[in-house]
T-cell receptor
Framework: KNQVEQSPQSLIILEGKNCTLQ??????????LRWYKQDTGRGPVSLTI?????NTKSNGRYTATLDADTKQSSLHITASQLSDSASYIC??????????FGAGTTVTVRA | KAGVTQTPRYLIKTRGQQVTLSCSPI?????VSWYQQTPGQGLQFLFE???????NKGNFPGRFSGRQFSNSRSEMNVSTLELGDSALYLC?????????????FGPGTRLTVL
């Protein structure tokens, strides 16, 4: 069964600090992995999409890594801002076009 | 370019009623997917439509149905509403489908079943 597990479930960080979110998956055959940011009451917004051959991709202060061998990905947030407070969802796509969603990590940035 | 729009944004219904939600994709996008999001279950895939045909389907009961029109606009219908159907319903559009394309989500419809 294709599964995506994210950790931690939630975290609180001080403004200006860095944090790293984890995503482990068992989806096979693997097509691509996406990270989404979802603000409260809004739809998710794509941060990065990585295929098998990519192991790092950045979008501003967000950097995603992918290790396709160990089936792990991480999302690193640098110099966090209050606007980074959101839920971050890891989504893995299989070759049959089906998506598997993680439960998300809720990040709270405090001043 | 206008984003994905969903109507209505908020809806309150009672058990046993039915509801229809609407989604207008980004112009030129032919694939529309629907998701249910609840605090306990996260995002769950309902179904995907491409060129007016249902191409993929999640594990939801037959009370959940959808359709897509020739202009790619899509509707989702839930019949005989249950309390557990209270959720945020999101639709997402992409140029050609789930696997390779980036999906763009709408703001969602918040459905409350009383």
């Amino acid at each position: 069964k294709n599964q995506v597990e994210q950790s931690p479930q939630s975290l609180i960080i001080l403004e200006g600090k860095n944090c790293t979110l984890q995503c482990n998956y068992t989806v096979s055959p693997f097509s691509n992995l996406r990270w989404y940011k979802q603000d409260t009451g809004r739809g998710p917004v794509s941060l990065t999409i990585m295929t098998f051959s990519e192991n790092t991709k950045s979008n501003g202060r967000y950097t995603a890594t992918l290790d396709a061998d160990t089936k792990q990905s991480s999302l690193h947030i640098t110099a966090s801002q209050l606007s980074d407070s959101a839920s971050y969802i890891c989504v893995v796509s299989a070759n049959d076009y089906k998506l598997s969603f993680g439960a998300g990590t809720t990040v709270t940035v405090r001043a | 370019k206008a984003g994905v729009t969903q109507t209505p944004r908020y809806l309150i219904k009672t058990r046993g009623q039915q509801v229809t939600l609407s989604c207008s994709p980004i112009s030129g996008h032919r694939s529309v997917s629907w998701y249910q999001q609840t605090p306990g279950q996260g995002l769950q895939f309902l179904f995907e439509y491409f060129s007016e045909t249902q191409r993929n389907k999640g594990n939801f009961p037959g009370r959940f149905s959808g359709r897509q029109f020739s202009n790619s606009r899509s509707e989702m219908n839930v019949s005989t509403l249950e309390l557990g159907d209270s959720a945020l319903y999101l639709c997402a559009s992409s140029p050609a489908g789930l696997g390779w394309d980036e999906q763009f989500f709408g703001p969602g419809t918040r459905l409350t079943v009383l």
